[in-house]
């Protein structure tokens, strides 16, 4: 996945003006919750973070104490400290630094400002398989110093045993949410319909509901339940394997795709699996079996059914098959709508062919076929664990993989891997671990399909179980979801909200708005919340009414 390199200081001017802009309205409010709320992170996270919210503590104090007669200089030079303070110290204790390349945004804005940190804090390889290439950068002269790694929790949650952190015994009450939230999920602009729940996660106590049962369209909050439902199907470390085999007593190769929607045929692999790495190991192979030339074939029975959506060809999704590179995407892009190739897996086994070419083997213009059991497998390339597919289909909302797990959660549980199939498949876990499902109907992964129907009891009901200490393998869900104002989709919004404390997985339709996550409460209690919309008439107002209930939430302590 793409890195982007840290810009220099003079080329990163006009953004760190920009960020003190959005600071400066947030920043009466961020002098009286960011120094507990620093506290807590510093007394959760490891030392590195400590240091950091101690450094940052000072300017804090004295932005404070300026009074609103400070000079401007001051007040902007102020609130970008304190900005930083706020993000570095929340964002941080909200999730870890991954090995993949996900949340740069956070450590880009450190370095920004104040060259702490690169955009690379040294990565290493995290595959067991060879095809994933990162390795650290940050060791060249000069280089600015890593960022500092978080601690795997997310605000709210304990260090070492990962358990919810326990805050002030008085929860917030039922009365006081809905004091706050009942003005703001009447807006008119939140369409004829809205249902909103409000759970601790600690607890797990529902602590406000509006039309809790009642099913609507999820829209791509429907990647929740398919995460975790692909979690709870095949585990975290699970790795969806790619491989090139050979069949017995002739030249036939075929490359069988495994299900991979991360497998890239770009130069800079970024740690994904990689067709240059396979075709030159089944090269090494060929050699070794002293052929030069062969038949090229393609298998993509790994998935059945139609491969089209059914919303058509569409560039938010390619066609679902069990081989594709890049996504079928025809230009450079990694996540959001581009126009997508007809034939996924004949596209990437034309890629392939192209480097086995290079690597000294002629082969035949591919077509499709199945590798039979008496196939050699002469090389694979897997893709990154699982939790990191989840992580990347969350924080980017990619249609592409939450189709991908639908259809692999069908293949670890022996269901017919076709849309149908991926979304019984899902529907079928969820049940297995005891969700609210009343209402709910799931026909895809990635809730492109409009007949999907999920309540906001059942969205927060998902949260809360990834949240569970006992359910570690189901946390990615967490840690995935775009963080306020940083990454993914919701890296432009809440400029003037939650910037750093709102996590959530947004999801927008046709007259479909909804919005789902997490949030960390003035009292430091972790809740989750589902806010779901129909008949909604203005998207972008339909979203900044939603952002501004999630960020009530933040700044409540609703008692």
Not at 18 to 44: E, K, M, N, Y
Not at 126 to 137: F, Q
Not at 534 to 559: F, I, S
Request: include cysteine; aromatic fraction near 2%; hydrophobic fraction near 40%.
């Amino acid at each position: 996945m793409f890195v982007p390199e840290l810009r220099p200081w003079r080329a990163a001017r006009p953004h760190v003006v920009r960020a003190t802009d959005a600071v400066r309205p947030r920043l009466a409010r961020a002098a009286g919750i960011v120094r507990p709320r620093l506290a807590r992170v510093a007394a959760a996270a490891k030392p590195q973070v400590a240091r950091l919210t101690q450094a940052a503590k000072p300017q804090l104090e004295r932005i404070t104490k300026a009074g609103p007669n400070a000079r401007s200089w001051q007040c902007t030079a102020g609130a970008a400290t304190a900005g930083l303070a706020l993000a570095a110290g929340v964002v941080t204790a909200a999730g870890p630094w991954d090995s993949t390349g996900q949340r740069t945004a956070e450590r880009d804005r450190a370095a920004a400002l104040e060259r702490a940190g690169g955009a690379d804090h040294g990565r290493t390889n995290d595959s067991s398989d060879s095809s994933d290439t990162s390795d650290a950068s940050d060791t060249a002269v000069g280089a600015p110093r890593p960022a500092p790694s978080a601690v795997s929790v997310l605000a709210g949650l304990g260090g070492a045993t990962s358990t919810v952190k326990s805050a002030p015994a008085a929860l917030p009450t039922g009365t006081g949410l809905a004091g706050v939230l009942g003005p703001l999920l009447g807006d008119p602009a939140l369409g004829a319909r809205q249902t909103a729940v409000v759970v601790d996660v600690a607890t797990g106590k529902r602590l406000y509901g509006a039309g809790a049962d009642e099913a609507l369209t999820p829209a791509s909050t429907t990647k929740i339940a398919t995460a975790v439902a692909a979690l709870s199907a095949m585990g975290g470390e699970h790795r969806l394997t790619t491989r090139a085999a050979l069949e017995s007593d002739t030249t036939e190769l075929v490359l069988v795709g495994g299900g991979d929607p991360t497998l890239t045929a770009r130069a800079d692999a970024g740690g994904w699996a990689d067709l240059r790495t396979l075709a030159g190991r089944t090269a090494t192979a060929l050699k070794k079996r002293g052929l030069t030339q062969v038949t090229l074939s393609y298998d993509t029975t790994l998935y059945a059914g139609t491969q089209v959506h059914p919303i058509g060809v569409n560039p938010n999704l390619a066609p679902v098959t069990a081989l594709s590179a890049d996504e079928g995407r025809t230009d450079d892009s990694v996540s959001g709508p581009a126009a997508r190739v007809s034939d996924p897996a004949a596209d990437a086994t034309r890629a392939f062919a192209g480097f086995l070419k290079t690597a000294g083997i002629k082969t035949s213009a591919p077509g499709p076929s199945k590798a039979t059991s008496r196939a050699k497998t002469l090389a694979t390339v897997s893709s990154p664990p699982l939790s990191v597919l989840v992580e990347r289909m969350l924080t980017n909302s990619d249609n592409d993989i939450a189709e991908a797990l639908a259809r692999q959660t069908a293949v670890a549980t022996g269901v017919r891997a076709d849309f149908a199939g991926g979304g019984r498949a899902v529907q079928t876990q969820l049940k297995k671990l005891g969700l609210p499902m009343t209402g709910a109907r799931i026909k895809d992964g990635s809730g492109l399909d409009r007949d999907d129907r999920l309540t906001a009891n059942l969205l927060t009901a998902l949260l809360v179980k990834a949240g569970d200490p006992t359910r570690p393998d189901l946390r990615p869900v967490l840690t995935g979801l775009p963080v306020a104002g940083f990454t993914g989709t919701l890296t432009s919004r809440y400029t003037e909200g939650a910037a750093g404390v709102v996590r959530a997985k947004t999801g927008t339709l046709t007259g479909v708005n909804t919005l789902a996550g997490t949030v960390v409460d003035q009292d430091g209690r972790l809740l989750a919340f589902a806010l779901l919309t129909a008949d909604t008439t203005d998207p972008a107002a339909a979203q900044a009414a939603l952002d501004r209930a999630a960020t009530a939430l933040a700044g409540c302590g609703c008692r």
